[in-house]
């Protein structure tokens, strides 16, 4: 086991400067110069030349990436271009928040998918297995930023069902004492009900919508390796001994197919924390990463998009990780070794 926890971190450490090398020179492609839209319109170049340095951009590359380079081993992600403050505090500051959506986009995924894939498998080929393969069309189909837009001008404007998309909390609603970062644990921590259930109001569509569109790839893995699991020999004996549907479908059908369904869940959550969260939080206001480098693009903060980047790849690093010694967890012929 120490061995693999060796070997792991060794493949996630360079899996991340890969990734930070990579970063780098691509951003260094992007149109626009940074300094000029720190400095504002109407600056001269004199004042254009002063942020430059300031940030180092005045540099030739390979210097500029020396000194990336070594920042970055000091777990220093410099500065933005945008706010002036460390990209790192920022990252950290909005983390809570897009923890609390992402990681209830992916109870909800979970949930969702699967709940329809075993469905879809038991009823395979009849009305219930085709109606939930029109829901995968449909939510991998369909964009979803206009189906938030329309979800808040049905279930917000009109019916008043959550509440409008203006952050965490509602407008008049104190942010609770910072225990966990997740305002609606928070506020149940500090008794207050009141704020709790603002925020739940508030939290709810968006994680809805985010699950949603996240639920498809994890309903087909479902779905595809419950059927391949029911139709297997280890089933058939189970029926010739005379067991129930249900303890088929649970102890072979659905144990026998949790490897490749843990590996989607691991994806879905590296979506759901990083790529799809990025509309989500400004269609919604949420102060979250996502949020924060759609800003930071539109501002071309090179330093920002670097961090975020960087940010998100750790993320899947970790995921990745995780899942491989969860699958020698539930399965133990999984051997995790050296190179792996």
Sequence with gaps: MLRSLRTRAGVAVISVVSVAVLVFFITQLLPGDPARIAAGQYASEEQVAGVRAQYGLDKPVAAQFADYMAALFRLDLGTSIRTGRPVRGELLDRLPATLELGLLSLLIAVVVGVGLGVAAAVHRRRPPDTLVQLYVVFASATAIFWVALVAIALFVNELGVFNSPTGRLPRG???????????????????????????????????????VFASPSIIKVVRSSTIRALESDYARTSRSFGYSGSSILLRDGLRNSLLPVITNIGLVAGFVLAGGNVLIEQLFAWPGIGGYAYRSLQENDLFALRGYVIFIGVAYVLINTVLEFVYRRVDPRVEITEGR
């Design 173 to 211: 609603f104190p942010a609770p004492d910072h225990v966990t970062g997740f305002s609606v644990v928070d506020a149940l921590l500090a008794g207050d009900t009141a704020t709790a259930g603002a925020a739940l109001r508030t939290l709810l569509l968006p994680a809805i919508l985010l699950g």
